[in-house]
DNA sequence: AGTCAATTGAAATTTAATCTCAATTTCAGT
DNA sequence: ACTGAAATTGAGATTAAATTTCAATTGACT
């Protein structure tokens, strides 16, 4: 699945099959988290297989440009990407006080998106909400950690 | 105005006036763009006005965190951000072609928001919405510029 | 004016991400 | 399978945004 659309992109843009490519493409397609480029690489040397950095996030962008995964959103701790294997798109709501990550898909959102584009003579391609805020867990535990700690 | 809050603020912080800090405060403000710290600091040393980088900085901070200053959205070329003077909230639709910025606001999809909110149990804080697209100018063009070219 | 904690600035540091370039690998054509 | 051209790799250098360091300076309170 994921390695055949990956390997038609990298035929159609004349690039070549490497190991290299191959164990970032299966590292990421191996858990269905968001990750940043520095545990992928972490975890592909953990697995066994190899790629350098630079390797990892050229990949990284090849993977992107391809559509399989998805610049997640930035953080001030670098960009984080997730894989699209199953995931439509959705969006994100992130708890200010424990970090976790909600994802969300709406169609109503979508189509008001639509709308808006529409009103203003915009060709909307793609887009990322992210809405922060407090979690129930966190909410009713009371902040037991502070803002400003829990800052991404 | 601003001035006045400015000053609350950092007096309700037990922090000092600074001539910087004014000279970063005016300067923010004396404009009604998106900008970057960069050019911020280049704009303050034009006008004669003087502020380190560091001070700029950390005066951004500081702004921010008093609400005047919202950090608008971050690029891979580092981080916008927009005063808050008479701007109420919005979201932005940004041209992949030629960068332009489009602020919007919709009482619609804020309340889509507040829903889904709802829905998952989250006390939503803030958001943010960045839509990517193709402006109509740029749509009418023909798409002059690559769009590899072009990402922010 | 005197005191002292907060602030400043130049330069160093940190960190994500990109680039360099010699050595290696892929792959199309034989 | 072999060959050669072109793409790719990796270690380390580089870039650039943002933060930190620390000695010298400044603001604010008495």
Redesign the interface.
Same mark, same amino acid.
């Given at each position: 699945m994921e390695q055949k659309i990956f390997r038609d992109f990298l035929g159609r843009k004349g690039l070549k099959l490497t190991r290299e490519r191959m164990s970032v493409l299966r590292e990421v397609f191996s858990f269905h988290d968001h990750f940043d480029p520095e545990n992928l690489y972490l975890r592909i040397r953990g697995s066994g297989l190899k790629a350098s950095r630079a390797s990892v996030y050229r990949t990284l962008s090849l993977l992107v440009e391809s559509g399989l995964v998805r610049l997640s959103m +930035?953080? /001030?701790r670098g960009n984080i990407y997730e894989h699209r294997f199953g995931h439509g798109h959705h969006d994100h709501?992130i @708890? %200010?006080s424990c970090g976790k990550i #909600?994802e969300?898909y &709406?169609e109503? =959102?979508e189509n #008001?998106?639509d709308e #808006? @584009?529409d009103n %203003?003579?915009?060709? *909307?391609? &793609?887009?990322? =909400? /992210? #809405? +922060? *805020?407090? @979690? /129930?867990r966190c *909410?009713k535990q009371g902040n037991k950690r502070r803002q400003e700690e829990a800052e991404i």
């Open positions: +930035r953080t /001030e709501m @708890c %200010n #909600i969300f &709406s109503k =959102l #008001i998106q #808006i @584009c %203003n003579k915009f060709d *909307g391609v &793609s887009h990322t =909400l /992210e #809405i +922060r *805020g407090i @979690c /129930e *909410g």
